[in-house]
């Protein structure tokens, strides 16, 4: 029974020091390490694609009416690092990076805020999209169609419902 | 004795219409009054043992209130799921815990949150919903909404009330190390030194998961609210879900997708039971034994982290399929990894559980016999250490199993001694697992191509966590959302069986006993511990009681 | 700031209010062999009454909110509080169940409204669960030994074209002239 005690320590001696000297040292993390998400804000159209996909909604939209601007927040307090953001984003504005050295003393200084103007339509005068992503729209829309864009949901379906209606005869 | 597939459909065929939902799952429908019949047949003459129960509320669809006892039968290597209506004005079925104990919990959870009454249950109280809840509300029937119960039903005054510090509460939330438990107690019942009745309290866990994955999220994201139920085997809960959705809708899964599904599966089991170790070594006093398994668990920690980006809640898991692919490069690293910790873990931990303070401590200790477990319906390591062979790898196989070569290792004596051994074999069969795995494994896709889900299906997923088997089961709804899910861990059919092995130990004892099935919820630091005869009552921690005498 | 009164080694008291259990095995992971954070003068203790500083993990649930109002209560002044993980720091993936307070902000509007005690120092690592060095760099920012990085970023669009019918229809002939329209991918 003595020489299996002294066996089991001779292995953990053999071990050796393995403790590593964060904080005094800086640590290196795997390429692929899911971190702190950020949004690029000359890349973002404001579709609001990843606020529906987000599943813990760190990512929310709101749109303010009184200024004409939308507002994308992302909160990183409750982001869970999943990265389904940087999954359905079309323009690759969103991306996790490889942080992991987040934390703050006030719960202010977690949340990023993004505002972008927004765009009246031309019939009825509603906010109804950003500029940033009509103009995105627009470049794989057909030219004779492009004109369309400029009206809010409501007016533009009463406009096709009538070429639909011509185009019947 | 029927033991081929067609005599068992057969002989369910005269208790009501029989239909198959998916590959090696069948339904049967069948009356409130002969439910006891044909459950008492399932689990007791044809070797099946009973699984979960499942109430839904299917007012929307059918206009009735329904039952689901789920039922694995190993020796066929098939699921029967047994089907029942309630009348939706007065819910009434008769319970089957008098035939098979092991529904106890079940049943009393359908009661709490459905309003089913179960007739004959020997204690239909509450179990799982807070203690300030009000009567007749029923959290997860279709006609309340979580916005009502948050802000018009629950007011958090009613919680203040209680709040008094001239109450007596204990303080059910341990600190030391490792102080991983979640807040739960045991009330120990002692005379002098020995256990004489004990009494469990839990469900402070309750964070009301269904209901938030019922009404918020869509399909695709439930698998990031499934990793997140459990703090150690959450990739399993993720892998369930998935492949309850794809049997469901009948989607084809790759085959390079399985194996990278298995790969992580097998990662997280040797990375469970090293955890198990350190925990069990460090109740019984060996803190060498505790930073050793740890310091090993660390490098698996790490390979986890390549391979997916995460130490825990890997997140590698759509339906359908898996987002992220290893290369060559890891492939090797994985396997250098494996070696070490081979090599590691064959010198030291094979040594340690020869010492004679940690046999003596554990044989003997906390016995359950195979007719208990039977009537318990334990699973998993607890179940293999009491001479019952299962195992869902080998039954029913899932993901890339069935083309695996492994063991099943089971043991008889039914003592914490044979759990450490079933656990310390099954860690050397899943290194031997991951290497075939990684050698072998195919090119080709990693999503399916199309995945639509169509409503109202019902699909039942099944895997084998650290602990036991896990079931999960859902019915799919409309607008890409989740009509019922019900995610059930291993360790709520293990739990009741430490109050039959605690009676008549040693206090000292209680600690490894408690320990030794493993609890996902785990044990406590604090125990309350009421003496009889005197009647006092003491507040102990669980590292006091652990140093007392050895047997 | 009470966080003076701190001079040398930090005792820790975890309270662990309903989580999943990540966050807990990984503060238990950062006293063991790899990161040893008792070199750093930082011990876990047993009992409330003896910590300086409570380490939170979990959204607070409904059963366990009376147990975790007494066990703060019992910790004595001066303390700090660490917020472990995004159930703590925000309520999680499951902030509107109702079962569930919501992480630690609502747990001290609660105590402000009726116990009329003001918050104390707070420190929120977020992660899921963080890693063992982000918790230790937490408490390294609590302490004041570094600095934090993480701040707040704000952004508000400038400069936009307007859109009239001739723009969108010769769209490309603008930005090509134009330039500075750099809208999604390249």
């Keep these: 029974m003595k020489a299996l005690r002294i066996e089991i320590f001779k292995e953990a001696l053999k071990t050796g020091v393995v403790t590593k000297k964060y904080p005094f040292e800086p640590i290196e993390v795997p390429e692929g390490f899911r971190g702190k998400p950020s949004i690029d804000t000359e890349k973002c159209i404001g579709c609001g694609a990843c606020a529906n996909v987000c599943p813990p909604s760190a990512l929310s939209i709101e749109v303010d009416a009184k200024r004409g601007v939308k507002k994308i927040m992302l909160f990183l307090g409750r982001c869970i690092f999943c990265g389904r953001c940087q999954d359905v984003c079309p323009t690759e504005a969103i991306k996790l990076s490889r942080e992991f050295e987040l934390s703050s003393l006030n719960s202010k200084d977690l949340y990023q805020v993004v505002e972008l103007k927004m765009a009246r339509c031309k019939t009825c005068g509603r906010y109804y999209a950003t500029i940033r992503q009509i103009l995105f729209t627009a470049r794989n829309v057909p030219k004779d169609q492009r004109p369309l864009l400029l009206l809010c949901d409501e007016c533009r379906s009463k406009v096709s419902a009538k070429y639909i209606s011509y185009a019947r005869w | 004795m029927p033991t081929s597939i067609y005599e068992v459909l057969e002989l369910m065929r005269k208790y009501g219409r029989i239909e198959k939902i998916h590959k090696d799952t069948y339904i049967v429908e069948v009356k409130a009054d002969k439910v006891k019949d044909i459950c008492s047949i399932l689990h007791w003459k044809l070797g099946g043992h009973f699984s979960v129960t499942v109430g839904s509320d299917e007012r929307l669809i059918n206009g009735y209130f329904a039952i689901y006892h789920v039922f694995l039968l190993d020796e066929q290597k098939i699921s029967i799921i047994v089907h029942t209506k309630a009348n939706p004005a007065i819910p009434k079925i008769p319970s089957i815990t008098p035939i098979i104990p092991g529904a106890n919990w079940h049943e009393r959870e359908a009661h709490d949150f459905f309003g089913i009454v179960f007739e004959n249950h020997p204690n239909l109280e509450r179990l799982i919903l807070p203690y300030d809840w009000p009567e007749k509300v029923y959290p997860l029937r279709k006609d309340v909404s979580i916005e009502e119960l948050r802000f018009k039903i629950l007011k958090p005054e009613t919680v203040k009330e209680k709040v008094k510090p001239e109450e007596e509460y204990i303080v059910p939330i341990g600190p030391y190390h490792p102080a991983l438990h979640e807040p739960e107690y045991f009330e120990l019942y002692v005379e002098g030194e020995r256990i004489v009745d004990a009494k469990y309290k839990g469900f402070h866990v309750h964070r009301g998961i269904e209901k938030v994955a019922e009404e918020r999220l869509t399909i695709n994201q439930i698998p990031f609210i499934a990793e997140r139920i459990c703090g150690i085997c959450g990739y399993t809960h993720n892998v369930a879900y998935c492949q309850a959705v794809e049997y469901a809708a009948n989607i084809d899964v790759p085959l390079r997708a399985k194996y990278i599904r298995s790969i992580l599966l097998e990662i997280e089991r040797i990375h469970s039971h090293l955890l198990w170790f350190g925990v069990l070594f460090h109740l019984l006093g060996f803190d060498t034994g505790f930073m050793m398994t740890w310091l090993v668990r660390e490098k698996i920690m790490d390979l986890a982290e390549i391979l997916t980006g995460n130490r825990k809640n890997y997140g590698m898991n759509l339906v359908g399929g898996v987002r992220r692919d290893i290369n060559e490069g890891k492939i090797k690293l994985s396997l250098e990894t494996l070696d070490y910790v081979e090599y590691k873990l064959r010198k030291i931990l094979n040594k340690m559980l020869k010492l004679k303070e940690i046999m003596s401590r554990t044989k003997e200790i906390g016995l359950l016999s195979r007719e208990e477990a039977r009537k318990l319906s334990v699973v998993g390591p607890v179940a293999r250490a009491s001479g019952i062979s299962t195992d869902v790898r080998k039954y029913h196989p899932y993901a890339a199993y069935g083309e695996l070569e492994f063991k099943v290792p089971v043991y008889d004596a039914g003592d914490v001694y044979s759990r450490v051994l079933v656990r310390y074999d099954e860690i050397f069969e899943s290194i031997s697992m991951l290497k075939q795995l990684l050698k072998n494994i195919p090119k080709g896709d990693l999503m399916a191509e199309n995945v639509e889900v169509p409503e109202y299906r019902k699909g039942l997923g099944l895997t084998e966590a650290p602990r036991g088997e896990n079931v999960h089961l859902v019915i799919t709804g409309r607008e890409n959302k989740v009509y019922r899910w019900r995610p059930r861990a291993p360790s709520y059919n293990n739990v009741p069986s430490t109050l039959v092995m605690l009676k008549g130990e040693n206090l000292a004892d209680a600690p490894a006993i408690i320990a030794s099935i493993d609890p996902c919820f785990s044990c406590t630091d604090h125990v309350v511990v009421v003496d009889v005869k005197r009647g006092t009552r003491r507040t102990l921690r669980l590292k006091e009681i652990s140093r007392g005498r050895a047997r | ?186």
Excluded at chain 3, 27 to 42: A, K, M, Q, S, W
């Design chain 3, 1 to 186: 700031m009470s966080l003076k009164l701190f001079r040398r080694s930090l005792w820790v008291y975890h309270l662990n209010s309903g989580g999943c259990n990540g966050c807990d095995i990984e503060v238990l992971n950062i006293f063991t062999p790899y990161h040893d954070v008792e070199r750093l003068g930082i011990k876990l203790v047993a009992s409330p009454r003896h910590a300086d500083v409570i380490v939170f993990t979990g959204p607070i649930t409904r059963e366990t909110l009376p147990k975790a109002i007494r066990a703060f209560f019992a910790v004595p002044e001066p303390k700090a509080v660490v917020a472990v993980g995004s159930c703590a720091c925000g309520g999680g993936i499951w902030y509107d169940s109702y079962a569930v307070i919501g992480g630690i902000e609502a747990f001290y509007r609660i105590i402000e409204k009726y116990y009329k005690v003001r918050p104390p120092p707070t420190v929120y690592v977020p992660g899921c669960p963080p890693k063992p060095e982000a918790i230790i760099y937490g408490v390294a920012v609590l302490r004041g030994v570094l600095k934090q990085k993480q701040r707040k970023t704000y952004f508000l669009e400038k400069e936009v074209p307007t859109l009239t019918r001739d723009f969108i229809v010769n769209l490309e002939k603008y930005m090509k002239q134009g330039g500075g329209i750099r809208i999604g991918k390249r």
